[in-house]
């Protein structure tokens, strides 16, 4: 909602806080937007109080009376109440319907309310899940792309893994600390290291199934799939061919988008991946003793591109991120 918040239990006091951080913005070279600014004075009783005003830079900052403002669809003005914000809700939906009303037709009307209708039942069930600790987790991966399904998507895919896919989302998969919690087993330890075998143990964090190999499965799974798309990548450059640019006089044609990228700058790439057998890095390129994942090589251009997936819990995302870079 905003970038600065000063409380104080007087004016004065505010006035004289506000001095501080003006100075410290001229000294970097930058300053404050009154306009974008609100104040507001409450004296005992919780009432607003219109006869005081503060400045930044000789200019005003208008009180919440004069300019109400708005975060997260909701009103905040010097009533306070939250009745103000939902009849001002109301009133902007009404307006907007009769707008839609007015212009809009047939499947276009359609489509409009439908995604009204579906941001108010998403904005619901995600301030619903933000308070569950479990169940709501995936409201805290930040750094995660979220994964599009479509409904194509869903006939095609096998039941088991839509099952599979929609509790572990939601924390309700049958691990050792579920399982405990639910009263059907009698510890809620990882029956291979005896931590606590909670979710993202059992399927990311367990150091002895990581020392067994249990999860370099998903992750050769992941690098075969991206090795594929590089090697059909690879086919199709090697058959590209620039196109001439020339001028055309006339009505423009659609003009079909041809091939681009790092993998048409050079006919002689090499694709290692580190599959099956261990890959040795290229001695001529560097001497090391790490194994990328991914490396690809071209001797006549002298590039070489490196790729390192990693499959890690969405909570450790930087982490991982970090390791690899590193790396």
């Given at each position: ?48 109080q ?42 902007e ?14 499947k ?53 893994r ?21 009263g ?7 029956p ?40 059909t ?28 990228g790092?993998l ?10 580190d ?33 390192e ?19």
């Amino acid at each position: 909602m905003d970038d600065l918040t000063v409380m104080t239990e007087s004016v004065p006091d505010c006035r004289w806080i506000l001095k501080g951080p003006e100075k410290l913005m001229k000294w970097v070279w930058m300053h404050f937007k009154p306009a974008k600014s609100r104040s507001m004075v409450l004296r005992k009783g919780g009432k607003v109080q219109e006869k005081f005003w503060f400045y930044m830079a000789g200019t005003a900052i208008p009180t919440i009376t004069e300019k109400p403002v708005k975060s997260l669809h909701k009103v905040y003005d010097s009533s306070l109440k939250d009745s103000t914000s939902i009849q001002s809700t109301y009133a902007e939906l009404d307006g907007w319907l009769k707008s839609m009303d007015k212009n809009t037709r047939g499947k276009e009307r359609q489509r409009l309310v439908q995604e009204e209708v579906r941001a108010a039942v998403e904005e619901a069930r995600s301030c619903k899940a933000v308070g569950m600790r479990h169940q709501g987790a995936w409201t805290r991966w930040l750094n995660a792309v979220e994964r599009k399904v479509t409904w194509t998507g869903i006939w095609k895919a096998e039941p088991h893994r839509i099952k599979f896919l929609i509790q572990a989302v939601y924390d309700v998969l049958p691990s050792p600390s579920n399982l405990h919690t639910w009263g059907i087993a009698e510890t809620p330890a990882c029956p291979l290291c005896s931590k606590r075998g909670n979710q993202a143990h059992i399927l990311s964090c367990c150091t002895t199934a990581l020392g067994e190999g249990r999860y370099r499965w998903r992750h050769d799974q992941v690098l075969k799939t991206i090795a594929e798309a590089i090697s059909t990548g690879l086919l199709q450059a090697k058959q590209f061919r620039p196109s001439k640019k020339t001028i055309t006089w006339g009505a423009s044609t659609p003009v079909k988008r041809s091939l681009a990228g790092i993998l048409t700058t050079a006919r002689d790439w090499q694709l290692l991946v580190d599959l099956e057998r261990q890959l040795k890095f290229p001695s001529h390129i560097a001497l090391t003793t790490l194994r990328p994942d991914i490396v690809l090589v071209s001797e006549s251009t002298k590039q070489a591109a490196l790729l390192e997936p990693k499959v890690p819990w969405e909570d450790h995302l930087e982490e991982a991120f970090e390791r690899k870079l590193s790396k």
